[in-house]
Structures are given as structure tokens and as C-alpha cells.
């Protein structure tokens, strides 16, 4: 199983400012995956990051308030861009387990407020 | 639409009590059935199930699926209190573009 680090691990953040989350995996993996968390709710995809090629967003996510970095095979970033109280969630990156596992793991999130 | 249910939403046992935790889909292309334990964050992965009727077992933890019936239940035996979280149940519908469906997850809380 991949280990994977997500930095910051919790933040407070004013309205109409913006976050990158940064994302770091152990080993080289082909697909990231960016999943947003809100309060009481189960995980929601955001977007799926190839190094090498521009993120596939899910519907009703969009690149200028989510752009995403994938500039190797161990590291990506998500920014939350211009963010509001709605924003206020909890961001987790993941990975897939390898060419025979479909299993994902995931990071240990990101705990964001917006005041 | 693709989804993914889980029941009940939230349970309240004793310690040693066993659960049974239940997760139904309707997805258009199924590949496999994960179980996930999320506890403050992070979702920690549990089983992967892509057969019916081969039970999973890790110690009190056991799980099967039914691709005729389209559900899949978790059993927890003997609880403790740090079976307390919240288990999530995702289905693995990938065709061509990647796609994982959740569902809400079941909040179980172990009392002492």
C-alpha cells in the first residue's frame, strides 16, 4: 500500500482567499484523485490528476476554482481559489493501489474552515 | 444515475453486540465492492469484493456480496469501542473513465 502525506492538515481561512493543498505519495502512481468531504456527507470526486496531462473534473467542479498541479508521479496539488463558507469541507487526495489492486488509499486530509 | 446506499445511517451498540452493516447499488458497470473504515479523517481501506458469495474475513470484521441481489454487508462481531466510526461502502464503476460512487456511510457507535 502506498503511504501518502497531505499538507496543511487543517487550516482557518477568510472568504475570497485561496488554499493549495499539496499531496505526496511514496511511490509513482499513474492516477491522484482529489475527493472533497463536507460536513455529514460522504466523499464526492472533485477531479482525477495524470501526471502529464490536464485533470478530469467531475460535473458541477471546475478548473478556475479547483486547478490542480500534477507536475510528477508523486506529488499533486489542489487549490481551492476564491473560497466561501460552502467551500468549508475536508479535502483528501488519493491513489490507486497499482495495476492489479482496485483499491484506493487515501490521504490524511485536509480540514479546511472558511470564515 | 449510478448510486450507492448504505443502512441504517447510524447505529448505537454495546461492546460485544455484532452489526451487520448493509450497502445496495445500482451502478451501470460494476467492477468491485470496497469497504472503507473513516474514522476523524481519512478513510482507512477494509475489503475489496469483486465475486458473490466469498466471504472476506479480517479477525471480527467479514464481508460478502451478492451481485445477483446488487448488495453487500459488512459484519463487525464481539464490538469494541474502537470499532466506533463511520464505514463507508463504494462501488467501482470505472468504464473507460475512472468512477467511484460512495454511499453516505453507516456512523456506528460502540459504548463501554
Known amino acids: 500500500s502506498a503511504v501518502i502525506s497531505q499538507k496543511p492538515s487543517r487550516d482557518i481561512c477568510q472568504r475570497g482567499t485561496s488554499l493549495t493543498i499539496q499531496c505526496q505519495v511514496d511511490?509513482?502512481?499513474?492516477?491522484m484523485f482529489w475527493y472533497r468531504q463536507q460536513p455529514g456527507q460522504s466523499l464526492t470526486l472533485i477531479a482525477t490528476?495524470?501526471?502529464?496531462?490536464?485533470?478530469?473534473?467531475e460535473s458541477g467542479f471546475v478548473i478556475d476554482k479547483f486547478p490542480i498541479s500534477r507536475p510528477n508521479l508523486t506529488f499533486s496539488t489542489l487549490t481551492v481559489s476564491n473560497m466561501s463558507p460552502e467551500d468549508s469541507s475536508i479535502y483528501l487526495c488519493?491513489?490507486?493501489?497499482?495495476?492489479?489492486?482496485?483499491?484506493?488509499?487515501f490521504g490524511p486530509g485536509t480540514r479546511l474552515t472558511v470564515t | 444515475e449510478d448510486k450507492v446506499v448504505q443502512s441504517p445511517l447510524s447505529l448505537v451498540v454495546h461492546e460485544g453486540d455484532t452489526v451487520t452493516l448493509n450497502c445496495s447499488y445500482e451502478?451501470?458497470?460494476?467492477?468491485?465492492l470496497l469497504w472503507y473504515k473513516q474514522e476523524k479523517k481519512a478513510p482507512t481501506f477494509l475489503f475489496m469484493l469483486?465475486?458473490?458469495?466469498i466471504e472476506k474475513k479480517s479477525g471480527r470484521l467479514s464481508s460478502i456480496l451478492d451481485k445477483k441481489e446488487l448488495f453487500s454487508i459488512l459484519n463487525i462481531t464481539a464490538t469494541q469501542t474502537g470499532d466506533s466510526a463511520v464505514y463507508l461502502c463504494a462501488v467501482d464503476a470505472t468504464s473507460g473513465t475512472y468512477k467511484y460512487i460512495f454511499g453516505t456511510g453507516t456512523r456506528l457507535k460502540v459504548l463501554a
Open positions: 490528476a495524470n501526471q502529464g496531462s490536464e485533470a478530469t473534473y
Open positions: 451502478v451501470t458497470n460494476f467492477r468491485s
Open positions: 511511490s509513482q502512481v499513474t492516477m
Open positions: 488519493s491513489v490507486d493501489g497499482g495495476q492489479d489492486f482496485d483499491e484506493q488509499y
Open positions: 469483486t465475486s458473490s458469495g
